[in-house]
């Protein structure tokens, strides 16, 4: 059976991945809006006995480390605020569609959610660092960023051969090796998923653009932690793969914000320090 390497193909391709359930995107626009109440998360929650049950698991878990036992996700909400739980609720639906192996990018199973994850739980550490103002978007654009690999996976896997040469022989990045063959990258392909599933147009264009394709986009501070939240987790060996290495590290995003000349060893020293604590949660959601 060969594939049909037509941007067409690839594109309509897009109606074959499976969506995110509706309660993602539903949770997605509680976190955004300042003015949504505690009560509308939970009660969207409680409507999914699966969700409610891995919730209450998770947070009763060692590394919530709470003194008594929560009973109720209205009672999660109150004692670990919204931002954590919708956190946990968003890296456990996620999971089920980025666990898969992705064998054009030499993904092991699990590989491409653990990149996935962590990164997010970083972004979220160097948000709240900054100061950011979008620091529920950061987070989820970091965890849906590489959701176009879902789709592009069987392409670079046929054309794999042709896109290492450019990699390996031309220094070209992987995402424009990638645009160069097939005719378009896995971010931009995720710009589009983002669009079909109705995400907002700053959700699509943070995902669109999370390598920082060109240095004007450096003007947005929630793009620049995208970036370095997947570049430190890539530099520590998470969910690398074939193409986690073969991108250009930009030293303005350290200027952009904030850190210093030896920004990025601080940046991989902060992740050290949180090591343990990513792995528990990781440990927690019983997925990681």
Same mark, same amino acid.
């Given at each position: ?8 193909? @690839? ?8 969506? @995110?359930?509706? @309660? ?22 409680? !409507?999914? *006995?699966?969700? /409610?049950? =891995?919730?209450?698991? /998770?947070? =009763?878990?060692?590394? &919530? ?11 999660? #909400?109150?004692? +670990? ?9 968003? +890296? ?8 898969? *192996? ?12 653990? !990149?996935? *994850? ?7 550490? %160097? ?8 620091? =529920?978007?950061? %987070? ?15 392409? #670079? ?16 990045? &992987? ?23 109705? %995400? ?25 932690? #995208? ?10 060996? @998470? ?5 986690? +290495?073969?991108?250009? %590290? ?11 000349? =030896? ?23 019983? +997925?990681?």
């Amino acid at each position: 059976m060969t594939t049909d390497m037509s941007l067409d193909a @690839i594109i309509d391709d897009i109606d074959t991945l499976e969506p @995110i359930p509706q @309660i993602t995107t539903q949770l997605i626009d509680i976190a955004q809006d300042p003015d949504s109440a505690l009560s509308e998360a939970a009660v969207l929650i409680t !409507h999914d *006995a699966a969700l /409610t049950a =891995n919730l209450l698991r /998770t947070v =009763n878990s060692a590394y &919530f480390g709470l003194r008594r036992k929560i009973e109720s996700v209205q009672e999660a #909400v109150v004692l +670990l605020g919204l931002n954590t739980i919708l956190d946990v609720v968003l +890296l456990q639906l996620t999971a089920s569609r980025l666990k898969a *192996a992705q064998a054009g990018y030499d993904l092991a199973a699990g590989e491409l959610w653990r !990149h996935a *994850a962590v990164s997010a739980i970083l972004a979220r550490k %160097f948000a709240e660092r900054v100061e950011a103002q979008n620091i =529920n978007r950061i %987070f989820t654009c970091t965890l849906l960023k590489d959701i176009g690999k879902l789709v592009l996976n069987q392409y #670079v896997y046929a054309s794999g051969e042709e896109i290492q040469r450019l990699v390996c022989q031309d220094e070209y990045c &992987f995402h424009d090796a990638e645009r160069e063959v097939l005719g378009i990258d896995h971010a931009e392909l995720g710009g589009r998923i983002a669009e079909r599933w109705l %995400f907002t147009p700053d959700m699509a264009r943070v995902i669109r653009y999370h390598h920082l394709p060109d240095e004007n986009l450096l003007e947005d501070t929630d793009l620049c932690i #995208v970036y370095l939240s997947d570049c430190v987790c890539s530099m520590m060996g @998470i969910g690398t793969g074939r193409d986690g +290495l073969s991108y250009r %590290f930009s030293d303005q995003v350290l200027e952009r914000l904030n850190y210093g000349a =030896n920004g990025l060893d601080q940046l991989i020293m902060e992740y050290a320090l949180m090591k343990s604590e990513i792995d528990g949660l990781m440990a927690s959601l019983s +997925l990681g």
